[in-house]
């Protein structure tokens, strides 16, 4: 268990540097692959799959509903002309990298829950699940807070990162 732990934390930590893409490269492969390795592992084919309960489906699904709201925030804030700041340009400019990127850090989050659960952690995976769900909607809302009106969208020509 301390391995997959530790595999999720090195996938989900990156860099901003323009120079340092290729770390989140790096992370994004790593966390797919941590997604993918508990399935690939040695389990017994009938073996019962952990159920999550209605809290956790709740919250998981709130995560899912941030990252999706995430994405599009950030699309509507570079349409307007603006930069993203922590996200390289390969990822947050192009809708599918972005939409990629928020999905599989949304399965991952479903993986950790399920794998702490299995393990008869559930405070800790409730604990993981309100902080990711808090962090990502203040996330949201601070891009919403901070987009311009559509009046003054309008006057902006939109980030020529779009247009690569």
């Not at 997959?4 to 090195?10: F, G, H, K």
């Not at 509903?65 to 390289?88: C, K, M, N, W, Y």
């Not at 891009?143 to 247009?163: K, S």
């Amino acid at each position: 268990m301390r391995d997959r732990i530790v595999c999720w934390t090195a996938a989900i930590s990156h860099s901003t540097g323009k120079k340092q893409a290729w770390h989140i490269k790096i992370s994004l492969i790593l966390l797919l692959f941590c997604g993918a390795l508990p399935r690939l592992g040695g389990q017994i084919p009938d073996a019962p799959q952990p159920r999550l309960p209605l809290t956790d489906k709740i919250l998981l699904g709130v995560v899912a509903a941030g990252r999706a709201g995430d994405a599009i925030s950030t699309h509507q804030f570079l349409v307007a002309g603006q930069e993203e700041g922590s996200l390289p340009n390969w990822v947050a400019c192009r809708q599918p990298n972005m939409w990629t990127y928020s999905m599989a850090v949304a399965a991952g989050q479903v993986q950790l829950s399920r794998l702490l659960i299995r393990y008869k952690h559930r405070r800790i995976a409730r604990t993981i699940e309100m902080i990711h769900a808090a962090v990502i909607w203040e996330a949201v809302i601070h891009n919403e807070r901070i987009l311009p009106g559509p009046r003054i969208r309008e006057q902006f020509q939109p980030n020529p990162c779009l247009f690569r």
